[in-house]
């Protein structure tokens, strides 16, 4: 499964200039870890950095155009930092695989004479097989829709980029468009294609328990959608699939839950499939739509992470919300398990404000967002702290220190 080692974000909105992890410029930083933790204040920038990895998603699902106006963004002057000019800049530094080559995806984004927003700048870029130091070379660099492209899985594999043939000039049509969502369906450029499969396999969690609790058509579904309305038809596409795995998916998920002794399924007349909860007290069990909203989100969640082919990256804000204070620590050791728990696993991101959450922690698991005097965002790693990795060292849970003010990242 590939793993985003390192991001950056410019002029985006609050997020002026924040690096989380190692870039191809900054060998010296450590990776991001399969499960990764953003914390902060209220305002310092979390909702920000999670619609920044759902902004480059839609994208690609869509152009970006698009993407400016769609969740509220209100447009490209709304997104861009306040008082900036420059470009929207995003990097993304991502391994395919375990002892792969990194790659490393810049994409810039600007408006054209017309105002309206553009791709200005596109880069994939790998550094050559054996090659430990160096500049990394670029298999596909645009500006603005016209550059060159590299075909192959051993292109750039010269000893100089002037004996290096394979690659040939391209010019996009619709600068709105990405140029890995059009040149990332041939066939002749595998690796831009599977950077683009790991792109649009993201998943950001929306999800609303009022949305789990509808009863929508008949028909199973392979995967849980961002909002969660399709949680009935994931249910029927597991049991109907993966049917005894899917019932020691219920079991294990009902152990999980406080209140719940055991959760079944009830097929309709009309074929849909129906979640019932046993508590134990009562003969007759509950449906999916009279439960809390706080037992359908972990319910949902962990469903999402059973799934069978989980996205390689998923995102989630505050899950906290609607939960019993003694269940988050629960739900982040079950996220890292399901982490670094096999070879297939997903990379988890999340952001939360809730103590409880980050005293199940590792320091180098959570990054602290703050709010700079310049009122943009800053970033640091908690275990750059040396007084938290000192008090964490002596037993002291990483939620308390942050709650005791230990963890400051100005």
């Not at 759902?54 to 509220?72: H, N, P, R």
């Not at 306040?82 to 984004?109: M, N, S, V």
């Not at 408006?111 to 596109?122: A, H, K, N, Q």
């Not at 899985?153 to 980029?161: I, M, Q, R, S, V």
Request: net charge negative.
């Amino acid at each position: 499964m590939a793993l985003i080692e390192g991001v950056r974000v410019r002029n985006y909105r609050a997020l002026r200039d924040v690096m989380l992890g190692k870039l191809s410029t900054g060998s010296s930083a450590a990776p991001l870890t399969p499960f990764t933790v953003v914390i902060g204040k209220n305002g310092a920038g979390k909702s920000t950095l999670f619609d920044a990895f759902g902004f480059v998603a839609d994208c690609l699902s869509f152009d970006v155009e698009t993407a400016c106006d769609m969740k509220q963004r209100g447009g490209f002057e709304r997104l861009r930092s306040l008082g900036c000019d420059e470009a929207i800049h995003f990097e993304i530094y991502y391994r395919e695989g375990q002892g792969e080559r990194p790659i490393t995806y810049e994409l810039a984004i600007t408006l054209d004479e017309s105002g309206r927003p553009i791709v200005e700048s596109e880069v994939l870029k790998q550094r050559r097989k054996g090659q430990k130091h160096g500049r990394p070379h670029p298999f596909l660099r645009l500006n603005h829709g016209v550059g060159r492209v590299w075909s192959g899985e051993e292109a750039l594999e010269a000893e100089t980029a002037e004996e290096d043939t394979a690659h040939h000039l391209v010019e996009l049509t619709d600068l709105r468009q990405l140029g890995i969502a059009t040149l990332g369906t041939l066939k002749e450029h595998p690796r831009i294609k599977r950077f683009r499969d790991f792109l649009k396999g993201w998943y950001l969690s929306y999800f609303y328990p009022d949305a789990a609790r509808g009863l929508p058509s008949a028909g199973p579904q392979k995967h849980l959608n961002s909002h969660g309305d399709n949680l009935a038809n994931v249910v029927q596409f597991m049991e109907r699939e993966h049917g005894d795995r899917f019932q020691a998916i219920l079991h294990r998920i009902a152990s999980k839950i406080p209140g719940v002794s055991s959760i079944n399924t009830q097929v309709t007349q009309d074929k849909r499939v129906l979640l019932q909860f046993n508590d134990g007290a009562f003969q007759d069990p509950f449906f999916a739509q009279q439960m809390s909203d706080g037992t359908l989100k972990v319910f949902a969640y962990l469903l999402l992470l059973e799934d069978p082919e989980p996205p390689p990256f998923i995102c989630i804000e505050e899950p906290e919300n609607g939960l019993y204070h003694k269940l988050l620590g629960t739900l982040a050791r079950e996220f890292r398990t399901h982490a670094t728990g096999k070879k297939s696993a997903p990379q988890l991101f999340v952001t939360t404000h809730q103590p409880y959450f980050v005293d199940a922690l590792a320091p180098e698991e959570v990054w602290i967002l703050a709010k700079g005097e310049d009122g943009y965002s800053t970033v640091q790693r908690a275990s750059d702290l040396e007084i938290v990795k000192n008090l964490v060292a002596e037993g002291l849970p990483l939620g308390s220190l942050w709650y005791s003010d230990y963890l400051d990242a100005g």
